[in-house]
Nanobody, 124 residues
Framework: QVQLVESGGGLVQAGGSLRLSCAASGGFRLPDMGWFRQAPGNEREFVAAILETGDETTYQDSVKGRFTISRDNTKNTVYLQMTSLKPEDTAVYYC??????????????????WGQGTQVTVSS
């Protein structure tokens, strides 16, 4: 069982930046990966995804141009660089993985394993 550990969350002012990291325990190579977020009272929503090869990425419209998903397969780590943060980006951010089948996915139920989440709070 792959275990994912997120880090990098915190409190930042609007307009600021944060970089989230998601690492796999046990030396597992990360498959297709996604970042999701969940604000209080809301459903978990898709943020960004990247294929195992890193060749393809996709984003939720509200974060396009501000967030960048990337990966370093030599470190078994996936990143989410967040810039120009807004108060509405406040949420618990989760990384998730799914076994690669060549298709990039944005739905929560398509992902098989999840990290514990890291809190991102953006103050106005």
């Amino acid at each position: 069982q792959v275990q994912l550990v997120e880090s990098g969350g915190g409190l930042v002012q609007a307009g600021g930046s944060l970089r989230l990291s998601c690492a796999a325990s046990g030396g597992f190579r990360l498959p297709d990966m996604g970042w999701f977020r969940q604000a209080p009272g809301n459903e978990r929503e898709f943020v960004a995804a990247i294929l195992e090869t890193g060749d393809e990425t996709t984003y939720q419209d509200s974060v396009k141009g501000r967030f960048t998903i990337s990966r370093d397969n030599t470190k078994n780590t996936v990143y989410l660089q967040m810039t120009s943060l807004k108060p509405e980006d406040t949420a618990v951010y989760y990384c998730a993985g799914r076994w690669a089948d060549g298709a990039i996915e944005t739905m929560v139920h398509e992902y098989s394993f999840w990290g514990q989440g890291t809190q991102v709070t953006v103050s106005s």
